[in-house]
């Protein structure tokens, strides 16, 4: 059974810092693109970063210009695992994570990802 589960949501400040982790199991994700989207109340599901295979160990990434400069996307493929580093945090930034494994050359699109995760609550006060 394929899973991804995330953590490391939580409450921060603006202006903070969180790390969410996503653990991929029952199959490896190597070569999969690896991404994160976000919902907010009210608000559709958005893209924000992808991890994307470019060949033998070369990986790409890409992000919404929303975070660009402030998050970075990671993978570890010996721990199939895809993190996400949000710096300088804002309130608008608060929303359910979702982690998703997807076609090679998945980017902004959900419905190019196959699995997701259960999603993570990240909070940003003002």
């Known amino acids: 059974q394929v899973q991804l589960v995330e953590s490391g949501g939580g409450l921060v400040q603006a202006g903070g810092s969180l790390r969410l982790s996503c653990a991929g199991s029952?199959?490896?994700?190597?070569?999969?693109?690896m991404g994160w989207f976000r919902q907010a109340p009210g608000k559709e599901r958005e893209f924000v970063a992808t991890?994307?295979?470019?060949?033998?160990?070369?990986?790409?990434?890409d992000y919404a210009d929303s975070v660009k400069g402030r998050f970075i996307i990671s993978r570890d493929n010996t721990k199939n695992t895809v993190y996400l580093q949000m710096n300088s945090l804002k309130p608008e930034d608060t929303a359910v994570y979702y982690c998703a494994a997807g076609t090679p050359i998945a980017v902004v699109f959900a419905r190019d990802y196959d699995y997701w995760g259960q999603g993570t609550q990240v909070t940003v006060s003002s």
């Open positions: 991890t994307k295979w470019g060949g033998v160990s070369v990986y790409y990434a």
């Open positions: 029952g199959r490896t994700f190597s070569r999969n693109a």
